[in-house]
């Protein structure tokens, strides 16, 4: 009898143990109406996430337009500038082919100049070459400075003679001696010219004195 009543106590000690884990077990367990704050918690963390890689994005895509403009600027300014010293090149080149012709232009009109009493076939011969070598300087571009009786103008012209004259306006160009040629806005060759100036007080009037 005694062991049978130790027996019986036993099990109502065991079964009180087991119904205390089971009660500390259910209180160790995420109540149901606790879920709904973790997925919105979940869905926050995601949501800023997102928000941080668009954020990453957009500041990437910026970087990279930056890059897009100055290297489209840089390209531009290189395209100008090989246009612009190929146009120098050309000009270049164009100003020295008529630097060399222009001493060919010169013999002509001193041949033609001495060939005005001779009215044969040679004279015409010389001036339509010579007409022809001056078209295709013209459509080159090419123009003549020719400033007789015009204000001397040190940017066209070179002084290499004085005139001495009171009746003609002081500063203007009594003779050329050699014509000046510009190509477009760059002057090829000046004019070579004599400049009247104010006759000396008594001197001898001289006229034709050279610049020193």
């Known amino acids: ?4 009543k130790d027996f019986s106590a036993d099990s109502d000690s ?6 205390i884990e089971f009660v ?3 209180k160790n367990l995420t109540p149901v109406d606790q879920e ?7 869905d926050a963390v995601t949501e800023t996430s997102v928000s941080e890689e668009v954020d990453h994005l957009k500041e990437e895509l910026d970087h990279v337009r930056d890059i897009y403009i100055r290297k489209l600027a840089e390209f531009d300014n290189f395209r100008k500038r090989v246009e612009r010293e ?6 270049a080149a164009t100003e020295e082919l008529v630097r060399n012709l222009l001493p060919v232009l010169d013999n002509f009109e001193r041949a033609l100049k001495h060939a005005e009493d001779d009215s044969g076939a040679f004279h015409q011969g010389v001036e339509m070459i010579a007409s022809q070598l ?3 300087l013209e459509r080159t571009g090419v123009a003549v400075v020719d400033p007789l009786g015009q204000p001397f103008d040190p940017e066209l012209h070179e002084a290499v003679q004085r005139v001495e004259d009171s009746e003609r306006v002081l500063g ?12 477009g806005d760059r002057l090829v060759r000046p004019a070579m010219v ?19």
């Open 1 to 4: 009898m005694n062991d049978k």
């Open 14 to 19: 065991l079964a009180d143990e087991i119904e």
């Open 172 to 183: 203007t160009v009594a003779s050329v001696m050699l014509k000046g040629f510009t190509l």
């Open 36 to 42: 709904p704050d973790l997925l919105e918690a979940a």
């Open 134 to 136: 001056w078209d295709v």
């Open 86 to 91: 190929r146009d120098e090149g050309q000009r």
């Open 194 to 212: 004599s400049v009247v100036v104010a006759p000396e007080a008594g001197g001898n009037g001289n006229n034709g004195e050279g610049l020193s």
């Open 24 to 26: 500390d077990e259910e």
